[in-house]
C-alpha cells in the first residue's frame, strides 16, 4: 500500500519568503508527526497532530512555524519568512494511533535549502 | 526528560564482521524502544521495536534487547553485509503522545 508522501521533495527558496510543506500520511492513521533533521542536531520533533489537534506543539522553534492538519489526513507545515538556519529536512510521519507501542512510519521527506 | 545517546560514528567494518552500536536510555515509566534505520537517499524505515523489558527485537539478522538494570537497547548482527550501510537511529517512546526521541544516529559503512 501507499506508504507516507511528502511533498514538494526539494524546496529552493530566498530568505524572508514563506514555504508550505505538505504531508500526507498512511490512510487510517490517526496521529501525524512533524520532525526536523540537520547537520549537527540530528532529528528534531516539531510537533505531532491526534487527529486534527495538535496537543503537542512543543517542539516549534518560533512563532514563524505552523501546522494544521485538516480531515484527520492531510498536513501542512508553513514556515514564515524563512531564515537560513531553517535549512533541513522536513520529516513527515504517521501511526495508526497516538500511543508508545505504535510504530512511526516515516515519508522520504522535503529537502529545504533557503539561500 | 527522556533522552537517547548512541555510540557516535562513523563505524567501519569488514562483510560479514560482528556489528554492536550501543544505545542507552534515559526516561520515565516504561518505554517502548526502537530502532530506526535510513540508506543513503532514503526516508527513515523501522528495522526493529521492544516494548518491554527482556522482549528481544529482530529483523534482517539484526536483534536488540531491551535491558531496564542497564538502560540499553545495543543493536548486534552477527555478519554484516555491504548493503547494511546506512545510518542508525536508536529511539524511545515514552508516555508523550507516541512521539519518537531519537539518539544522533551512528553511520555504518561495510566494506567488501
Known amino acids: 500500500g501507499a506508504g507516507v508522501s511528502q511533498s514538494p521533495s526539494n524546496k529552493v527558496t530566498e530568505k524572508g519568503k514563506d514555504v508550505e510543506l505538505r504531508c500526507d500520511p498512511i490512510?487510517?492513521?490517526?496521529?501525524l508527526y512533524w520532525y526536523r533533521q540537520s547537520l549537527g542536531q540530528g532529528l528534531e520533533f516539531l510537533i505531532y497532530f491526534q487527529g486534527n489537534s495538535a496537543p503537542d506543539k512543543s517542539g516549534l522553534p518560533s512563532d514563524r512555524f505552523s501546522a494544521e492538519r485538516t480531515g484527520g489526513s492531510v498536513s501542512t507545515l508553513t514556515i514564515q519568512r524563512t531564515q537560513q538556519e531553517d535549512s533541513a529536512v522536513y520529516l513527515c510521519?504517521?501511526?495508526?494511533?497516538?500511543?508508545?507501542?505504535?510504530?512511526?512510519?516515516f515519508g522520504n521527506g522535503t529537502r529545504l535549502t533557503v539561500t | 526528560g527522556n533522552s537517547v545517546t548512541q555510540m557516535e560514528g562513523p563505524v567501519t567494518l569488514s562483510e560479514e564482521a560482528f556489528l554492536t552500536i550501543n544505545c542507552t536510555y534515559t526516561a520515565t515509566g516504561y518505554p517502548s524502544l526502537f530502532w530506526y534505520v535510513q540508506y543513503p537517499g532514503e526516508g527513515l524505515q523501522l528495522l526493529l521495536k521492544?516494548?518491554?523489558?527482556?522482549d528481544k527485537g529482530s529483523n534482517k539478522g539484526f536483534e536488540a534487547t531491551y535491558r531496564k538494570e542497564t538502560t540499553s537497547f545495543h543493536l548486534e548482527k552477527g555478519s554484516v553485509q555491504v548493503s547494511d550501510s546506512a545510518v542508525y537511529f536508536c529511539?524511545?517512546?515514552?508516555?508523550?503522545?507516541?512521539?519518537?526521541?531519537f539518539g544522533q544516529g551512528t553511520e555504518l559503512s561495510v566494506k567488501p
Open positions: 521492544a516494548t518491554k523489558a527482556d
Open positions: 490512510s487510517g492513521h490517526t496521529a
Open positions: 510521519a504517521s501511526s495508526l494511533e497516538v500511543g508508545r507501542n505504535s510504530p512511526l512510519h
Open positions: 529511539a524511545l517512546s515514552g508516555d508523550q503522545g507516541g512521539k519518537l526521541i
